[in-house]
C-alpha cells in the first residue's frame, strides 16, 4: 500500500465523519400539515435569503464533501488498480 493510498483513505475517513455530522446537525426538512395547509409558499425576508442561512451554507458542505468523496473515491481506485500491477 504506497503513501497516496494511505493518505486517501484518511482523507476519505475524514470525509465520511465530516458527512454524518453536518446532515446529524441539520433540521429536517419535512414541514408535515403546516405545508400543507399554508400551501408551502415563503415569501418572507427569510424566504427570500435562504441561501445565506446556516441550513444552506450546511447544504452546501455536505454536497461539497460527497463530492470530494467521490471522486477521491474513484482516484484512489484508479491509482490502486495501475500501481498493484
Sequence with gaps: MS???IGAGVVLALCSIVI??????????DDG??????????D??????????????LNR??????????VLTIAVSIIHKYLSK
Excluded at 400539515?33 to 415563503?42: D, K, Q, V
Excluded at 458542505?61 to 467521490?70: D, K, S
Design 3 to 5: 503513501y497516496i493510498e
Design 20 to 29: 454524518i455530522l453536518v446532515v446529524l446537525v441539520q433540521d429536517s426538512k
Design 33 to 42: 400539515l403546516t405545508s400543507a395547509i399554508g400551501g408551502g409558499y415563503n
Design 44 to 57: 418572507s425576508f427569510y424566504g427570500k435569503n435562504a441561501g445565506n442561512t446556516r441550513d444552506a451554507k
Design 61 to 70: 458542505l455536505t454536497r461539497n464533501a460527497a463530492i470530494v468523496m467521490f
